[in-house]
Nanobody
Framework: QVLLVESGGGLVQAGGSLRLSCAAS????????MGWFRQAPGKERGFVAA????????YYADSVKGRFAISRDNAKNTVYLQMNSLKPEDTAVYYC????????????????WGQGTQVTVSS
């Protein structure tokens, strides 16, 4: 089992940047593919980005391509989400998630979840 704790959320103006971090417990972090999801008020949780366990493959939702970047540091048991050119529609609670084997954009394929961190983008 892996425990996940997100941090780095906050309030930012449109056009600004934030970097989210997700720290994982356990010595097997490097074997987990990681994903970021978000849930805006009144909406279902949706896929944002994913990264393979080695970090050599990344995937993004169309809405964040070219603005967000997912990365990981297996030595620090941490995955990051760099968010640039933020828009008000990026406002949501952001969750990181972990799964074994390959990365995925499907929420139900991730058994492990963090508690989420709030990102608010003002116009």
């Amino acid at each position: 089992q892996v425990l996940l704790v997100e941090s780095g959320g906050g309030l930012v103006q449109a056009g600004g940047s934030l970097r989210l971090s997700c720290a994982a417990s356990g010595r097997t972090f490097s074997t987990y593919a990681m994903g970021w999801f978000r849930q805006a008020p009144g909406k279902e949780r949706g896929f944002v980005a994913a990264i393979s366990w080695r970090g050599d493959n990344t995937y993004y939702a169309d809405s964040v391509k070219g603005r967000f970047a997912i990365s990981r540091d297996n030595a620090k048991n941490t995955v990051y989400l760099q968010m640039n050119s933020l828009k008000p529609e990026d406002t949501a609670v952001y969750y990181c998630a972990a799964r074994t084997i390959s990365s995925s954009s499907l929420e139900y394929e991730y058994p492990y979840w963090g508690q989420g961190t709030q990102v608010t983008v003002s116009s």
